[in-house]
């Protein structure tokens, strides 16, 4: 049996003082048998010596009432919340296992139970969980919001009980971790209330210094800013009291210690200069049908008796918060000419911006179960979208603090965003499918890049192009952890697609040459090249970094050594003239009308019917045609002059098709200049749109447009035209 741990005498104190906050506090909420259960279990653990302190000497007895009754107090209190909060140091203690829990009181506490359970077996080796164990554990419980309620609401009690603890570095790392993980997420569920404490705690033992300076300026000038308040709140009361329809209470707060010392360093001001130390709050008692009407009304009277700052209106109650907050918010000009922010809202706003969404539990007449539903699967949505090396950037605490816009589509459908999401970012919002293929937008009527940053109210039409792919630029592109997952995945499907082909080109390359490729000799090649694994070797290959004749002659060298390979394939680029003389039905007449041979146009220039060209033998044994301009014509003539070939165009009708160009334009950046270009090249007879990518810089803009053309001569006279268009500078052919 172990040794039967020492309560001091203030912790049996706290601990009766607890239990009769609790016995009151559950009345009507909790049947006295389950509470008397619960406390029968602790005090067996505790006789038995199974409950012992936890690193900063705590008596987890202690943390878990505390935990109950914050719960009951600020978030709200279920039964199976309260008896899982007080069974669970009985569990870690092995009093009571988790199927006699599950045969007491039910499936659901069994099942918060075993959640609980991991969560303090990850605690248990040290005072902070590593972040993506932190992600994997709220993955898990995002479908269930009351663990995530008890993990903050545990946190916010264990920084509480810190203030005596000398383990300062302990002190830090809890601390650290609630700022990045637990406070954003109280921010984003909406408890202000629990969040403003954790945020103060957290500055006061990371920064204790600043802290306890802040906290002394703060208390040297609570009567003067007492008396501020009452100066500014006592006009507000007399214009109230003539509309008694009106039923209301006013409220003043100082703004917490740690949003204070942000704002001066955002600022770069000391103390003294910052005014808006406090916020009016403006609480009216009215019926769901009045309050909006009322809580405008209100805003008349205030900014009727002090002026109001236009850019510091917010309005929260046509569209609220994802968290369900409602409020009307302005800042306006008090005595003395110093700032002073109002917010206006009904009770209950009030109580859902005290206690969150999970305000439903205690109040009546709040329909939130439906924003509960979307707010967890934002959550849910954030987590799943952000890899470990996010979570460590501090991106997910970014994530869950951003200010919301709105924007809306075409047909008046209304997205909800981040500030600062981007056009790509809206178009991976939409579907997945249309991010992938985005090329830009128009929004208001105006065209704009990927990289655009939308405003709220912004009406927006996403620009596709199936010639589109994402691209890794794009991840410093997007904002949201969604559309970044989607670009990654997207990348790597496209990696796979590649070394797929890459590996498709060597098989086709050893079967030109009559050999079949041995899959273990491979393997040994590509270690002997530095590849750790095949993916990255193919890859590599796809990219251009090693050259498929490269490897070809490796491979051989590497099964014999005494061959000669290049020789080998040079014999294999020897081309005979069978036809000689021969009327020529093909699209390309290559060396005097030479037939049978496998070619393709390249796509590094991509020539088009009436381009001077010339061919290229392949190391699969094709050839591929070049414009006699290409960029890479000069390298190919001079590294391998034995494999061009001579070619021309064909006078046949087949060569009448359609071919791919692209031409970069750049222009002044003025309305309508890109309407003009598109608008002309849709009246040009064999000319089709493919694709269109502008950007703007400043003043001007350049992009592509991606054409389906018959001939060259055609090409010529298009790019005339464009070139004549009003704003445009430049027209040049890729």
């Not at 008694?244 to 949003?259: C, W």
């Not at 965003?417 to 992938?436: E, Q, R, Y």
């Not at 796509?603 to 009436?610: D, E, L, M, R, S």
């Not at 045609?625 to 960029?631: L, N, S, V, W």
């Amino acid at each position: 049996m172990s040794e039967q741990i020492i309560l001091s005498t203030q912790e049996k104190q706290e601990i009766i003082s607890l239990n009769r906050k609790l016995r009151k506090n559950i009345e009507g909420r909790l049947p006295m048998s389950d509470y008397r259960l619960a406390k029968n279990s602790i005090k067996k653990a505790v006789a038995e010596g199974k409950i012992t302190r936890d690193k900063f000497g705590n008596f987890p007895v202690i943390l878990d009432m505390q935990t109950a009754y914050l719960m009951g107090e600020e978030i709200g209190l279920h039964r199976e919340i309260i008896i899982s909060i007080l069974l669970n140091s009985s569990v870690q203690g092995g009093i009571i296992t988790i199927e006699q829990v599950r045969e007491q009181f039910g499936e659901s506490v069994a099942d918060m139970l075993t959640n609980l359970t991991r969560i303090s077996a990850l605690y248990a080796k040290s005072p902070t969980i590593e972040s993506e164990n932190f992600r994997n554990l709220l993955l898990s419980f995002a479908n269930d919001m009351r663990i995530i309620l008890i993990m903050i609401a545990s946190r916010l009690v264990l920084l509480r009980r810190l203030f005596n603890s000398t383990d300062n570095e302990g002190r830090k790392q809890v601390a650290a971790e609630a700022s990045k993980l637990y406070i954003p997420l109280a921010h984003k569920l909406g408890f202000y209330k629990l969040k403003s404490e954790m945020e103060d705690l957290a500055l006061r033992y990371s920064e204790s210094e600043v802290y306890a300076e802040l906290s002394r300026k703060l208390q040297e000038t609570s009567a003067s800013r007492e008396d501020y308040m009452q100066s500014f709140i006592r006009p507000i009361e007399t214009a109230l009291r003539k509309n008694p329809h009106i039923r209301y209470r006013i409220k003043g707060r100082t703004k917490s210690i740690n949003s204070i010392w942000q704002k001066m360093k955002r600022q770069k001001l000391p103390f003294e200069n910052i005014y808006d130390l406090f916020a009016i709050r403006i609480i009216i008692d009215s019926e769901p049908q009045n309050e909006k009407s009322e809580c405008w009304q209100v805003y008349s009277i205030v900014t009727d008796l002090y002026t109001p700052n236009p850019n510091r209106l917010r309005d929260w109650l046509s569209v609220p918060k994802s968290n369900g907050y409602e409020s009307l918010h302005t800042t306006v000009i008090g005595p003395e000419g110093r700032w002073v922010e109002v917010q206006i809202r009904t009770e209950r706003m009030d109580a859902i911006a005290e206690h969150g969404l999970a305000a439903h539990w205690r109040y009546k007449g709040i329909k939130s179960e439906k924003g509960l539903d979307n707010l967890l699967a934002s959550i849910r949505d954030t987590l799943e979208h952000l890899t470990e090396e996010d979570i460590s950037e501090n991106k997910f605490k970014m994530e869950l603090y951003k200010d919301e816009i709105f924007v809306f589509t075409p047909k008046g459908d209304l997205y909800r965003l981040p500030k600062g999401a981007t056009i790509l970012d809206f178009a991976f919002c939409i579907h997945t499918g249309v991010g992938s293929k985005c090329t830009g937008a128009r929004v208001n009527g105006r065209n704009v890049p990927i990289r655009h940053t939308l405003n709220n109210g912004d009406q927006v039409e996403i620009i596709t192009s199936n010639s589109q792919t994402p691209k890794q630029a794009w991840l410093t592109i997007a904002r949201t952890g969604r559309a970044r997952s989607k670009i990654r995945q997207a990348l790597k499907d496209l990696t796979a697609r590649q070394a797929d082909i890459a590996r498709e080109m060597l098989i086709r390359k050893f079967k030109n040459h009559k050999m079949e490729l041995d899959e273990a000799m491979m393997d040994q090649l590509i270690r002997k090249m530095g590849f750790k694994r095949l993916s990255d070797f193919y890859q590599r290959v796809a990219e251009g970094g090693i050259g498929v004749a490269e490897i070809f002659k490796r491979y051989q060298e590497l099964v014999n050594p005494e061959s000669n390979a290049s020789a080998q394939s040079a014999q294999n680029f020897t081309l005979v003239n069978e036809n000689e003389g021969k009327e020529s039905t093909d699209i390309l007449v290559i060396e005097r009308n030479l037939k049978g041979v496998d070619y393709k146009l390249s796509k590094c220039c991509a020539p088009i019917f009436g381009d001077e060209i010339f061919g290229f033998v392949t190391i699969s044994g094709g050839i591929s045609i070049h414009r006699k301009d290409c960029t890479n014509a000069h390298q190919l003539r001079e590294r391998y002059p034995y494999r061009i070939i001579e070619a021309r165009w064909s006078d046949s009708e087949r060569c009448k098709g359609s071919y791919q160009v692209t031409l970069r334009v750049v222009g002044h950046d003025d309305i309508g200049i890109v309407s003009n270009i598109t608008s002309l090249i849709s009246q040009e007879k064999e000319v089709i749109m493919r694709g269109i990518n502008i950007e703007s810089h400043d003043t001007l803009f350049s992009g592509t447009l991606t054409l389906m053309i018959t001939e060259t001569s055609k090409l010529k006279k298009l790019i005339t035209k464009i070139e004549s268009i009003k704003g445009v500078k430049q027209v040049k052919r890729l």
